[in-house]
């Protein structure tokens, strides 16, 4: 009798619950997403180092864009790598040649091999600040190990952080 309305009605309850073939990633930045191609630097639009986004940042702090473990924090806390519990290798870089600045204008909030959540606050950067120094403060968000999924779906426009801004299709 199950199977019967399941046929009359439709069985959704697979459309409730997430399907194990996809991941989420939440914006890691509150501010305006773009997509990789519109970035200045050719390492990132160019893909080189997988697939992503970038941010033009309204607000000064990194958060975690899903659980996971902290692979590295960089000592100039202008980029940290994130391995995430569903094995995303994901590379969180705050603006371009910030790595100059040798940690100046920045905190960081963690330190390798940390556990964190989704929403976890990782680095603080005053933003007027680095724009003064002259630095281009769009942040990419990669996900460095593109080629282990069939898909990689990006969202743009203005964004708070903990909003899904890339599905990760497994192949």
Same mark, same amino acid.
């Given at each position: =009798?199950? @199977?019967?309305?399941?046929?009359? /009605?439709? $069985?959704?309850?697979?459309?409730?619950?997430?399907?194990?073939?996809?991941?989420?990633? !939440?914006?890691?930045?509150?501010? &305006?997403? *773009?997509?990789?191609? &519109?970035?200045?630097?050719?390492?990132?639009? +160019?893909?080189?180092?997988?697939?992503?986004?970038?941010?033009?940042?309204?607000? @000064?702090?990194?958060?975690?864009?899903?659980?996971?473990?902290?692979? +590295?924090?960089?000592?100039?806390?202008?980029?940290?790598?994130?391995?995430? $519990?569903?094995?995303?290798?994901?590379?969180?870089?705050?603006? !371009? $040649?910030?790595?100059?600045? %040798?940690?100046?204008? /920045?905190? @960081?909030?963690?330190?390798? &091999? +940390?556990?964190?959540?989704?929403?976890?606050?990782?680095?603080?950067?005053?933003?007027?600040?680095? %724009?003064?120094?002259?630095?281009?403060?769009?942040?990419? =968000? *990669?996900?460095?190990?593109?080629? $282990?999924?069939?898909?990689?779906?990006?969202?743009?426009? &203005?964004?708070?952080?903990?909003?899904?801004?890339? +599905?990760?299709?497994?192949?």
């Amino acid at each position: =009798m199950a @199977g019967f309305f399941k046929k009359l /009605f439709g $069985d959704n309850s697979a459309s409730k619950a997430p399907t194990s073939n996809e991941i989420k990633l !939440f914006n890691p930045i509150e501010g &305006e997403v *773009i997509p990789l191609s &519109e970035v200045k630097d050719e390492v990132f639009s +160019q893909e080189i180092l997988g697939k992503g986004i970038a941010v033009r940042p309204s607000v @000064g702090k990194v958060f975690s864009p899903a659980n996971g473990t902290i692979q +590295q924090i960089f000592d100039t806390l202008h980029a940290v790598s994130i391995l995430t $519990d569903d094995g995303v290798d994901v590379l969180i870089h705050v603006g !371009f $040649d910030t790595v100059k600045l %040798k940690g100046k204008h /920045f905190k @960081g909030h963690v330190t390798a &091999e +940390q556990k964190v959540k989704a929403g976890d606050l990782l680095i603080e950067f005053d933003i007027d600040a680095i %724009k003064a120094e002259g630095y281009d403060l769009t942040s990419p =968000m *990669i996900v460095c190990n593109t080629y $282990d999924y069939k898909d990689v779906i990006t969202k743009t426009g &203005e964004m708070k952080p903990l909003e899904e801004v890339i +599905q990760l299709v497994k192949g």
